[in-house]
């Protein structure tokens, strides 16, 4: 090997390391213990159930996590991304009063602030800055001024990969990032627990409320508007419902029927019994689904 062929060797061999490096602290975030060298193959990294350990015990989903921080490179933001259909926003033109109670009562403690339309993002305000704010004027309302309370908005491009964007949360030690398309116009949100849990899994919220757009029926079936993410469905109710050429649930159904289905009109695949509630001219507005077995 020759001069040039050693420094690219080396220079290869310190990427490495700190790669590894890298994995090593994120998974000890969360309790996991590296006990040996981690395979350098992919695949082999999938099956070395025996590599981490949390509080002295093998975690028998380490294997599917630690597959899923290989995947990081591989998976772009606009996978899971809350997309802007789902998004819960504000205003920042209505009075100062509407703002604030949007705001408090929601159930998360960052909401993006828009002006005209929803690709005119001007900010983002966080909760407990606004109750701050409130606290300084006595909680007189109309003395709020919630551009002045908001951050700047943090525009990402939706081809952005997972590692990339957790590696610029930490840097910039941000949690909350708006995701826009080429031309700029805004698809959705992505927080730096979407990262976090597309390699833990979900993670558990005493504040977690019920999905938007979905709702659990008493016979087992999920009620879905068409426009809830494939991913986030998956996620939320641990299924695996391909989303390689679909995102939403609607756009499934249509890719698997090659047509926009009618009301009640049903349909069997991957598992699942799909029945068209509403439509809404070519839109697939409402389904419910349950296991293929049930009626």
Do not use: C
């Not at 929601?106 to 305000?125: A, E, Q, Y």
């Not at 990402?156 to 590692?163: A, F, G, H, R, Y």
């Not at 009620?223 to 494939?230: E, F, L």
């Amino acid at each position: 090997m020759n001069e040039t062929g050693w420094i690219v060797a080396a220079v290869l061999a310190g990427l490495g390391l700190l790669a590894f490096a890298f994995r090593a602290r994120l998974l000890a975030a969360f309790g996991y213990k590296l006990l040996r060298i981690e395979p350098q193959n992919h695949d082999e990294s999938r099956g070395a159930s025996d590599d981490f350990r949390r509080d002295g015990q093998v975690v028998r989903e380490d294997p599917v996590r630690i597959g899923r921080l290989s995947d990081l490179d591989e998976l772009e933001v606009s996978d899971v991304m809350v997309h802007r259909t789902n998004m819960r926003s504000v205003n920042a033109d209505n009075p100062p009063e509407a703002v604030v109670r949007e705001i408090l009562q929601s159930p998360h403690t960052r909401m993006p602030l828009w002006k005209g339309s929803l690709d005119n993002i001007v900010g983002v305000l966080h909760a407990k800055d606004l109750l701050r704010a409130l606290n300084d004027v006595g909680n007189d309302f109309s003395k709020i001024d919630v551009m002045k309370i908001a951050s700047k908005p943090w525009f990402v491009p939706d081809t952005t990969t997972l590692q990339e964007q957790l590696n610029a949360f930490l840097r910039r030690k941000a949690h909350f990032a708006v995701v826009v398309d080429e031309y700029g116009e805004v698809e959705g949100l992505v927080t730096l627990e979407d990262i976090i849990e597309e390699i833990v899994g979900e993670i558990a919220d005493e504040h977690d409320v019920d999905m938007q757009g979905v709702k659990q029926e008493a016979d087992g079936s999920v009620v879905v508007d068409g426009t809830v993410s494939i991913r986030d469905l998956n996620r939320a109710l641990g299924w695996n419902l391909p989303d390689e050429e679909a995102t939403t649930i609607a756009g499934l159904v249509i890719h698997e029927t090659q047509l926009i289905p009618d009301e009640k009109q049903a349909f069997t695949f991957h598992g699942k019994r799909f029945v068209v509630m509403k439509r809404d001219k070519n839109r697939i507005a409402r389904l419910r689904i349950r296991p293929a077995g049930e009626v």
